[in-house]
C-alpha cells in the first residue's frame, strides 16, 4: 500500500543548483497558491458584499416598519383625541345648557342681596326698584323680609333674562348678569372645541 501524500503549502525556494526541469514545477505551485490566494479573497470580498447588502435591507425593513408602526400609533392617537374631544363637549353642552343656568338662577337672589347692602352703605333710606324676570321674581320677594328696614320693590320685567337683575335706585342703576357670564363662557367653550376639532 502506497503511503499517503499531503499536499504542501510551504513554499521551497528553488536553488541554483536544482535541475532545469524542476523550475517550471515550482512556477506551477506559485501560481496556483496565488490563484488560491486571489480566489479566497475574491470569495471574502464577495461574502462581506452580500452581508452588508443583507444588513442594509434589513435596515430598510426596519425602517419601514418603524415608519408603518408610527402612522399607525399617529392615527389611533388623533382618533382617541377626536373621541375624547367629542366626549367633553357633549359634557360641557350638557353643563352650559341645563346645569350653569339652574345654579347661576339659585345664586341670583344672593348676589342681588350683595348688591343692595352696596347701594344701601350709601344711603339707607334709599328706594330701590327691584327688575328681575317674572320667573324668579318670588324667590327674590323671600330675600326680602330679611331686608325690611330697606325700601325695596320688587318688579317682574319679561325683557330680562332669568340670570339677570336691574336695580333702580336714586343714584343710578346697577345690571347683575349672570346670563352674559353664562353666555361668554359658552361662547369660550364652543370656541376652544371648534378650534380643537380643526387641528385633529
Known amino acids: 500500500m502506497a503511503p499517503l501524500k499531503l499536499e504542501e503549502f510551504d513554499i521551497q525556494p528553488v536553488r541554483a543548483s536544482a535541475p532545469a526541469g524542476a523550475q517550471p514545477a515550482a512556477q506551477d505551485h506559485v501560481q496556483s497558491e496565488e490563484a488560491k490566494l486571489e480566489a479566497f479573497e475574491n470569495g471574502y470580498k464577495a461574502g462581506w458584499d452580500d452581508a452588508a447588502k443583507s444588513h442594509a435591507e434589513n435596515l430598510d425593513n426596519v425602517s419601514v416598519e418603524l415608519a408603518r408602526n408610527l402612522q399607525e400609533l399617529s392615527f389611533t392617537f388623533h382618533e382617541a383625541r377626536a373621541q375624547v374631544l367629542k366626549d367633553m363637549r357633549a359634557v360641557f353642552s350638557e353643563l352650559m345648557e341645563k346645569i350653569m343656568p339652574r345654579i347661576a338662577a339659585e345664586n341670583l337672589p344672593a348676589m342681588i342681596a350683595e ?75 364652543e370656541g376652544f372645541f371648534n378650534l380643537n376639532e380643526k387641528v385633529v
Open 115 to 189: 348688591q343692595i347692602t352696596e347701594i344701601a352703605r350709601s344711603d339707607v333710606n334709599t328706594r330701590i326698584e327691584l327688575q328681575v324676570h317674572p320667573a324668579n321674581a318670588q324667590s327674590v320677594e323671600n330675600l326680602l323680609p330679611a331686608q325690611n328696614s330697606l325700601d325695596v320693590v320688587v318688579v317682574g320685567e319679561a325683557s330680562l333674562g332669568e340670570g339677570q337683575a336691574r336695580l333702580v335706585f336714586a343714584e343710578g342703576e346697577q345690571i347683575v348678569d349672570l346670563s352674559g357670564v353664562l353666555a361668554a363662557a359658552q361662547e369660550k367653550t
